[in-house]
């Protein structure tokens, strides 16, 4: 069984080329062309040489996006939303995406600050039980997401296993860097005298308030050169 999603169709166009305009339960063959295969098609066994592949489409869903009006919103909302029509959902996706922006500026800018950190100042070494856990627990999450561990298993299997290896080695980079932020916001968080709320924890938090004390220091930098800069005399 082959499961084909979204991220197959954006990396391979094999994907593209061989589904769309198949319907469902339709079955057909092509060439067996190793070159222009996915991994995931490619035969395992050494010794075998096929010539074609048959394939039976058990199985098509599509994203179906649901229709505007006052029932969908409050059913997405809910009823103390401020999103009663068209107009204020369009008001909320502005709102949203100049949030999103704002956000992508600030994590860019803190992950800036970290680098330099990481590089000159603080080396964070991770305990490897600790790090164990952080994979275990983005590998569960990622099993949820899949909808069990047999189509987990499944999706890896289509992989193959040089390429399910790399993900996961990949998941487990991510947690260590993710760690490994942590610690250092924690410290410079300490360090800086950051006014951080420990008991109602709030999204990009500590980020936030390290971006708005970057942002103060380049301001007061900024602010002290242009005084320092000579004044032009007035013309008479």
Known sequence: MLYVGEQEFEEFP????TFVGKKKNESFTIPYKEKDLPPTVQTKKADSKPTTIAFVLTDIKNVVLPEINEET??????KESEVKNEAD???????SISTQKFDTELIKEVEDFLKIIREKYM???IPQTLLSQEVRVRLENLEKRFGGKEKMNAYFKQMGEEKAKKFVDDISLAASESLEKFFILQKIAEELKLDINREKPVDLEIERKLY???????S?????????KPKKPAKK
């Open 14 to 17: 094999f994907f593209v080329d």
């Open 73 to 78: 919103l409050l059913r997405l909302f809910g």
């Open 89 to 95: 959902l369009l008001k909320y996706i502005d709102e």
């Open 123 to 125: 080396e964070v070494i």
């Open 212 to 218: 708005e004390k970057l942002s103060a220091g380049k």
């Open 220 to 228: 007061a930098s900024i602010k002290e050169e242009g005084e320092k």
